[in-house]
């Protein structure tokens, strides 16, 4: 029988790493929390998809860097039902190098990442710590781990991620809740698709760039009996990139 909580909320979900997560969770059992800003042709195709999987799919639209839309639509929900699972995937990339960087270029990066986790998280590991239970996974990213050039905000709104994933990790182990994150590199999705590949692919031991579906399974494996010894790690899926 399906458990009550058998649920997984997943940001920025209706296309690339996030669509591939929701579907993955979806094809493990679980009913989808899908969040998304503005695409709603997209979110519904993926709603869909997790239909075919036999599972519900709940299409919440709104801003995660918005506190009141994140609040309005949420606590309504998380009176009734906790998710067991909350990926934090939302996010973007304004690039561009930090002296020609204009402060909106900086702030709207680190609002969606920094303050779009901490919103959605609050609200939703407060319901997990009572239930004593629970799975959260942060898509980070290497230029969090290693800084890239033309990427200073991204480059530090993921850096806080990683942080804030190790200290939420040992704030709420002993109430059975695991913290990680998956650390993508170069993935084929719409934010790579302008890069240059011919000048990136020999940085990559493995020579090409990675799937979404590879970032989706390795959120899975975080989220299930087989990862349940492991928090505060960050799991990178890069291709020996880092």
């Known amino acids: 029988m399906k458990s009550v909580n058998k649920i997984a909320l997943v940001t920025g979900a209706s296309r690339g790493i996030g669509a591939a997560i929701a579907l993955t969770l979806a094809r493990d059992g679980y009913d989808i929390w899908l969040n998304y800003r503005r695409d709603h042709d997209a979110a519904q195709k ?24 994140v609040e309005d639509a949420l606590n309504p929900l998380l009176v009734e039902e906790v998710p067991y699972i909350l990926v934090n995937n939302a996010g973007f990339a304004r690039d561009g190098v930090m002296a020609l960087m204009s402060h909106a270029e900086w702030r709207s990066v680190l609002n969606v990442h920094l303050d779009g986790f901490f919103l959605v998280t609050k609200l939703v590991v407060a319901r997990m710590l009572r239930k004593r ?110």
């Open 46 to 69: 993926v709603a869909e998809k997790v239909a075919t999987c036999g599972q519900q799919c709940r299409l919440l639209p709104f801003d995660v860097a918005d506190s009141e839309a």
């Open 133 to 242: 239970a629970g799975r959260i996974v942060n898509i980070v990213s290497t230029s969090g781990q290693i800084g890239v050039a033309g990427q200073v905000n991204y480059s530090t709104a993921k850096a806080g991620l990683i942080g804030a994933t190790r200290s939420l990790a040992a704030e709420v182990a002993r109430r059975k809740i695991l913290v990680n994150a998956v650390s993508p590199g170069f993935i084929e999705t719409e934010m790579t698709e302008e890069l240059p590949v011919d000048k990136i692919l020999p940085t990559i031991p493995l020579g090409r760039f990675g799937q979404a579906q590879e970032v989706a399974d390795a959120v899975s494996f975080l989220c299930s009996e087989k990862a349940t010894y492991i928090t505060g790690q960050i799991l990178s899926v890069n291709g020996g990139l880092v």
